[in-house]
């Protein structure tokens, strides 16, 4: 089984400062046939389900902010809010797609005004 | 716009079965995608539980498979989950949602979420 951490367990950032959450696979998550880490970040607010962020680790959905970001590959992954705004208070958490036979979590991140 | 509603029982018995439904709209079921089912236990993180494309094929989670049955009605553009027998640990918020495959047949993240349904488990 491929085992996510994420560090901190939480965080508190001013608005408008910068949050950056880190993510951490117990393998490699990049595919070298095609260069892709299969790794997803979501957002979670309180009392409403995941909302996909990032995939491909870098790759913005479609509709979410630019002042999201996702870095990384290999074991090592980044989620930066580069900006924190008010409506990003949440739980963050990151998924591996490298392994079908079992989907991974980490254990979320979450963010708070400081 | 897709959209997912989970729907069933909030309160099933120790050693009983736990039986989900979500409906999709917006989106045919058979048109692709596969169909997945996550979970979380209150104040936890998301477990995968298993995924279903619209020919019936399954993925399971190793952990749950002895107990998850996961189908498929395409004719309603719903599939479904049975947990059986269930314990305390089971109690938590079931999600469906929308399993992102490419054109290998991998399957990859998931998009659309239902907002989710607490089932507590308790006598």
């Known amino acids: 089984d491929i085992v996510m951490t994420q560090s901190p367990d939480s965080l508190a950032v001013s608005l408008g400062e910068r949050a950056t959450i880190n993510c951490k696979s117990s393998?490699?998550?990049?595919?070298?046939?095609?260069?892709?880490?299969?790794l997803a970040w979501y957002q979670q607010k309180p009392g409403q389900p995941p909302k996909l962020l990032i995939y491909?680790?870098?790759t913005r959905e479609s509709g979410v902010p630019d002042r999201f970001s996702g870095s990384g590959s290999g074991t090592d992954f980044t989620l930066t809010i580069s900006s924190l705004q008010a409506e990003d208070v949440a739980v963050y958490y990151c998924?591996?797609?490298?392994?079908?036979?079992?989907?991974?979590f980490g254990p979320g991140t979450k963010v708070d005004i400081k | 716009q897709v959209q997912l509603q989970e729907s069933g029982p909030g309160l099933v018995k120790p050693s009983e079965t736990l039986s989900l439904t979500c409906a999709v709209s917006?989106?045919?079921?058979?048109?692709?995608?596969?169909w997945g089912w996550i979970r979380q236990p209150p104040g936890k993180g998301l477990e995968w539980i298993g995924s279903?494309?619209?020919?019936?094929?399954?993925y399971y989670n190793p952990s749950l498979k002895s107990r998850v049955t996961i189908s498929v009605d395409t004719s309603k553009n719903q599939f479904s989950l049975k947990l059986s027998s269930v314990t305390a640990a089971d109690t938590a918020v079931y999600y469906c949602?929308?399993?992102?495959?490419?054109?290998?047949?991998?399957?990859?993240?998931?998009?659309?979420w239902g907002q989710g349904t607490l089932v507590t488990v308790s006598s």
């Open positions: 949602a929308r399993h992102v495959i490419g054109s290998s047949g991998y399957l990859y993240y998931f998009d659309y």
């Open positions: 393998q490699s998550v990049l595919y070298s046939s095609n260069n892709k880490n299969y």
């Open positions: 279903i494309y619209h020919s019936g094929s399954t």
């Open positions: 491909w680790a870098s």
């Open positions: 998924q591996q797609y490298y392994s079908t036979l079992l989907f991974t």
């Open positions: 917006g989106y045919s079921i058979s048109s692709g995608y596969y």
